[in-house]
């Protein structure tokens, strides 16, 4: 029992008749994240399921030799026989792996709890954290590209560019479209440089998409090439390693979960067409439940020869 | 609350494993390999190393994470390199050129602070995991609402790349390889005089300062380990050869 003398105040009161804190609503603010999916605008294509194949690496066909990219031969004389034309064929491959998150708590939390972050609730977010993966991956995957076209010792330019659009407008065959995946401070760069440019104004679409846009990613348009930023772009050796490519160029394989089987008794669900299974455990000799999401997913780059990519590699400034 | 000092030393941690003081905020990303895209357009660049300009070699990083570059989730009890078979061959593939993972950094490559070892990967501790990266990107906390920026050892990455071609452990470049580069290069240089028409001389001459530094230091660069007065490489031909020179 405390004594609360005359006049009684708040800070000799709180403790017993009081409290130290109350929180303001219910809501909970969800701490700021990228929400940006490049499984749109082609980012990243869907090549194919490898569910059942008895594999989980997959191979692409290409060929070339005939078409477009060959031409008939002048006869000599009207009897001439014709020599026939070999093509060419090549394959590339993209190799899918498991990836996997989970959520748990004890029985105690889950009864004491009054807030709406249950194990259940974890749950309904694996398909965006399995779109962050797929993001990050695609990063991954970036950095990768073996021609780079930027100036590394700089931050990215107008020349830089100019020198990308050129890049593509060389590759035989070229069929106008790219994007471009940034770290969004090479969006910055890009951005100042332009502003200081004689003369050239700013892409027209540039405000309407910084407005309309922000948070599927895209930037802005410039050059005929739209431009998305993501922070998972990888930062190596003081430089950031973004790259642009015509869509196609990369490409992503899951192996779907729609053959799994009988799940039921873990309470199961099948997310489909993304290869995500979901399962959960309840535990009473721990007294815990939980949540698990698996996926089998991979990315790949399909050869320049037959989608264009380059590297954007520039220094990153700081 | 944290244990004591006392305690905590006697299990033979440190208190800062405890309040994870020396913890990145960061999250964590996978290891990797350095590759050298050898022959592919950009894989050379100048740099200068105690006032001499030298072609080094451009690394790129190989991340294996399950899924990409052919990497992918060992069956369980299999040998956990056959992870990276498929990556090797993709990256052949590719015209990769990978870096030995154990190929040695020489100490007076390694930044201060920095271990001596085997290999250019370190790791450290971060939220969640490893946050891996190359010695010569010695990571710190990131600012508030910042992304972390490692403090980038340069000239001393320059020097082991240096190191690499003179020990054998990189071929030297294609020709083309740097002659490509300096027609770039000297592109630009036109390309900003061709922009600048219309601006005062002087900020003209500002704009052209840049590229034009970069062009001599293409033009200045040697392979290294090679013969120390080089043919001189090609230089752009004709008309814009001329624009060049104007």
Known sequence: MATLSPPILHSDAEGQLGRPFDFLGDAIALELAENFDVTMNGLVVMLGDLSGSGSDTGRLRRATGFGWSTTFSDMATETDPIVATAIQAAYDSITIGRVGLAFEESFTRAVLADDPISVEYLAQSFLSSYLATVRSKLAAQVASFSTNVADATATLDVDDWIALRNAFENTTGFAGMANALLKPRQVGYLRSSIRAETGLQFPEPHEAYQRLQVNNGLRMSYLGIDIYASGDITTSSGDDFGGAWVPGAVGMAVGDASGIGDISDANGQVVPGWGIVITRKTDGQSATKRVDGNALLGLTTISPNVAPQFLIRNDDGV | ?246
């Not at chain 2, 956990?80 to 993709?90: E, G, I, L, Q, Y």
């Not at chain 2, 200045?220 to 080089?230: F, M, S």
């Open chain 2, 1 to 246: 609350m944290p244990a004591p000092t006392a305690q905590v030393q006697s299990a033979g941690e440190t208190l800062s494993e405890i309040d994870g003081a020396n913890v990145l905020r960061v999250a964590p990303n996978a290891p990797f390999w350095l590759v050298h895209w050898r022959n592919a357009p950009g894989s050379w660049e100048p740099a200068e190393i105690d006032g001499q300009s030298y072609w080094l070699p451009v690394l790129s990083p190989f991340i294996l994470t399950v899924g990409v570059n052919g990497f992918r989730t060992a069956a369980s009890g299999e040998d956990p390199s056959s992870r990276v078979s498929r990556s090797k061959v993709v990256l052949t593939d590719r015209g990769g050129e990978l870096l030995d993972v154990s190929l040695p950094v020489p100490a007076e490559f390694v930044p201060p602070g920095q271990a001596v070892g085997p290999g250019f990967l370190r790791s450290a501790p971060c939220r969640g995991g490893k946050f891996y990266h190359i010695v010569w990107d010695v990571p710190r906390q990131p600012l508030a609402g910042r992304e972390m920026t490692p403090e980038h050892y340069r000239d001393l990455f320059n020097r082991w790349r240096r190191w690499l071609v003179e020990e054998g452990h990189i071929a030297p470049p294609d020709p083309q390889v740097l002659e490509d580069a300096i027609s770039n290069a000297s592109r630009r240089v036109h390309d900003v005089a061709s922009a600048s028409m219309t601006d005062e001389s002087s900020v003209r001459e500002q704009r052209r300062a840049k590229p034009a530094r970069r062009e001599a230091l293409h033009l200045a660069a040697v392979v290294p380990g090679a013969d120390p007065a080089p043919a001189p490489p090609s230089r752009p031909r004709g008309k814009k050869a001329a624009e060049v020179a104007a």
